[in-house]
Nanobody, 122 residues
């Protein structure tokens, strides 16, 4: 069982940066692929970034590649999403998720946080 709690969202201007954190509870955290998804109003939940259990393998949605960086600290049971050069279209609720397998599909993730709002003004 893994419980996830996100933090770090907020209201920023275009071009600014934010760092999201996801604190996980559970002894098996390091065995899970950790990912970030986002959902804007009226849209489906979409994949943003994911990290293998070791952090050695990461992959990103094309829309955020080069601007966002996912990282994890297994000793602290925490995964991060550093978001730079934010754009208004990045506005969404951002969710942390855990899966035993590497995937871009929300349905493959077993555990989800409650989400944190990110709003980017133009």
């Amino acid at each position: 069982q893994v419980q996830l709690v996100e933090s770090g969202g907020g209201l920023v201007q275009a071009g600014d940066s934010l760092r999201l954190s996801c604190a996980a509870s559970g002894r098996t955290f390091r065995s899970y692929v950790m990912a970030w998804f986002r959902q804007a109003p009226g849209k489906e939940r979409e994949f943003v970034a994911a990290s293998s259990w070791s952090g050695g393998s990461t992959f990103y949605a094309e829309s955020v590649k080069g601007r966002f960086t996912i990282s994890r600290d297994n000793a602290q049971n925490t995964v991060f999403l550093q978001m730079n050069s934010l754009k208004p279209e990045d506005t969404a609720v951002y969710y942390c998720a855990a899966s035993p397998h590497s995937s871009r599909r929300p349905n493959d993730y077993n555990y989800w946080g409650q989400g944190t709002q990110v709003t980017v003004s133009s």
